[in-house]
């Protein structure tokens, strides 16, 4: 059997030097190969198309037959790593609050072990009749969190 961390090296070997990286690799039944990969920028048919044809070249279907898949990460599929964070700051995300629901905001910062977002919405303030918006930011240990999401935004010119 073919193993991940075969295709690991070999994959990152390839994008050394570029704003690709691999967002995860599975190997399952039957060596099917199935390969996340990402960019700093946009992730582009080309540049899955490439890393696929060189995996082919450096992988021997006369040793082991394989399958391989290899695509970008798609709008419904939560980030992983904090690369994807970093990427996304000032995007809109929603994140699942484990055990507390979902919230949603505007990814403001990232480390390794939590995230920013800036919240806004409609509250009561003392002394006013009317609701206003109010802007919050918010910190969430990735410990706490299910997933986060990007939200997809079609903005009107």
């Known amino acids: ?79 992983q790593l904090l690369r994807q964070y970093e990427k996304n700051i000032g995007r809109g995300v929603q994140l699942k609050i484990r055990d507390a629901g979902k919230v949603e905001g505007e990814l403001v910062s990232a480390t390794e072990d939590s995230i920013s977002i800036k919240t806004k919405e409609k509250q009561r303030i003392e002394g006013r009749k009317a609701k206003e918006w109010v802007e919050e930011e918010k910190t969430y240990a990735l410990t706490e969190l299910d997933w986060t999401k990007v939200q997809i935004s079609f903005k009107q010119n």
């Open 1 to 79: 059997m073919i193993q991940a961390s075969t295709i690991r090296q070999l994959a990152e070997a390839y994008l050394e030097g570029t704003s690709g990286f691999i967002v995860d690799i599975r190997v399952g039944e039957s060596n099917a190969i199935s390969i996340l990969l990402d960019d700093d920028g946009a992730t582009s048919i080309t540049q899955c198309m490439a890393l696929s044809r060189h995996l082919e070249g450096e992988l021997d279907r006369e040793a082991e037959d394989f399958g391989l898949d290899v695509s970008s990460p798609g709008l419904d599929q939560p980030l």
